[in-house]
């Protein structure tokens, strides 16, 4: 297990105290400090001795951070959990049963709730044909369900088998925050793996989306990223008209919410890494065993993300025709994939 932590002393505690209990003799802990200046490396080493702590240095981000983690851990299954993220009672014993239920899924997630575990947090990550990614089912009020595959699986309580970790070559530690557990997930999927929730493991969260807006310029250039790097080529290639009049439609969306800076450095940061975009590209498709048409069955062409600003009048208009693209698009790829 790898817990990745920045400054999070105050909420450390908490999450040590109820994963101690669930820990078996033979279970890893790595706590993963990225150069805190609170005293987290001690507060967790009080709050729990038996777990491990490697300070290194300096901020190297969640995904570059969780690899070294993975790396100086030996378990069959890597369990990612944020600092913040509280597992209930039964939650890694159930997180291990989907292991043996789901002997096709590379990667699972818990079901994971707000605080105070009456309203969703994410019971499965969704996945726009653009590349918007966001948390299934936010702030809805919890109710039952099953095991299901999803979109993509959330980074905070994140279980990826070493097989199959390995064979994806884990996280990209390009992704300094956000949209590195969707890129993980779509090129499990693509290598042939399945991605899903365990339902029975619950974890509280405590989440807020609202980061200020540098979030948008991580987010924006994550997801230009992850498409040039996951999607196959018939796919891409497929909705690449509509990736262009996105870029153009997002501007007035972008300056609407305060966010037009950070979407132009966004659009200048992917366009000079471009080369070495293509180049990582190269090495994720090698690995691909599953189909266009089947990698894009699990996307969406619904634009229900809570986070997005609500596009109006013509903009409104053109992103309801995606939905008549979309499916057009899933025609030709049920042809030609």
């Known amino acids: 297990?790898?817990?990745?932590?920045?400054?999070?002393?105050?909420?450390?505690?908490?999450?040590?105290?109820?994963?101690?209990?669930?820990?078996?003799?033979?279970?890893?802990?790595?706590?993963?400090?990225?150069?805190?200046?609170?005293?987290?490396?001690?507060?967790?080493?009080?709050?729990?001795?038996?777990?491990?702590?490697?300070?290194?240095?300096?901020?190297?981000?969640?995904?570059a951070a969780c690899n070294v983690g993975a790396e100086q851990t030996n378990a069959p299954l890597l369990l990612f959990l944020n600092p913040d993220a509280q597992t209930a009672p039964g939650c890694l014993d159930?997180?291990?049963?989907?292991?043996?239920?789901?002997?096709d899924w590379g990667a699972w997630q818990a079901f994971v709730t707000l605080s105070g575990g009456e309203r969703i947090n994410t019971s499965g990550g969704i996945v726009h044909f653009l590349g918007f990614g966001w948390a299934g089912e936010c702030d809805a009020v919890v109710r039952s369900g099953v095991d299901r595959e999803v979109a993509f699986a959330s980074g905070a309580a994140l279980v990826v088998r070493r097989e199959a970790w390995s064979h994806v070559d884990g996280f990209d530690p390009d992704y300094f925050m956000y949209v590195e557990d969707v890129d993980l997930s779509l090129r499990l999927r693509l290598a042939g793996y399945g991605v899903g929730i365990a339902r029975a493991a619950v974890v509280e969260h405590d989440y807020d989306f609202d980061k200020g807006t540098r979030k948008w310029l991580l987010l924006e250039t994550n997801r230009w990223r992850t498409l040039l790097a996951d999607y196959p080529t018939p796919l891409l290639?497929?909705?690449?008209?509509?990736?262009?009049?996105?870029?153009?439609?997002?501007?007035?969306l972008a300056a609407r919410g305060g966010w037009l800076r950070e979407?132009?450095?966004?659009?200048?940061?992917?366009?000079?890494?471009?080369?070495?975009?293509?180049?990582?590209?190269?090495?994720?498709?090698?690995?691909?065993r599953t189909s266009a048409g089947a990698f894009a069955s699990?996307?969406?062409?619904?634009?229900?993300?809570?986070?997005?600003?609500?596009?109006?009048?013509?903009?409104?208009?053109?992103?309801l025709a995606q939905r008549l693209y979309w499916r057009a698009v899933r025609r030709l790829l049920g042809l030609i994939a």
Not at 269 to 277: E, S
């Open 263 to 288: 979407k132009l450095l966004s659009q200048g940061a992917v366009i000079k890494a471009l080369p070495g975009l293509l180049r990582r590209r190269t090495e994720v498709q090698r690995l691909r």
């Open 237 to 252: 290639l497929a909705v690449a008209p509509a990736l262009v009049a996105t870029e153009l439609a997002l501007l007035p």
């Open 298 to 319: 699990a996307l969406t062409a619904e634009l229900d993300s809570p986070y997005l600003p609500r596009p109006t009048g013509a903009l409104a208009t053109a992103f």
């Open 1 to 63: 297990m790898v817990i990745v932590t920045h400054d999070s002393s105050a909420a450390l505690p908490a999450t040590l105290a109820a994963l101690a209990p669930q820990l078996r003799e033979d279970d890893e802990l790595l706590i993963v400090d990225n150069a805190s200046s609170d005293g987290t490396p001690g507060v967790a080493r009080d709050a729990l001795p038996r777990a491990q702590v490697h300070e290194t240095g300096a901020n190297l981000g969640f995904a």
């Open 94 to 103: 159930a997180l291990r049963a989907a292991a043996v239920a789901h002997a």
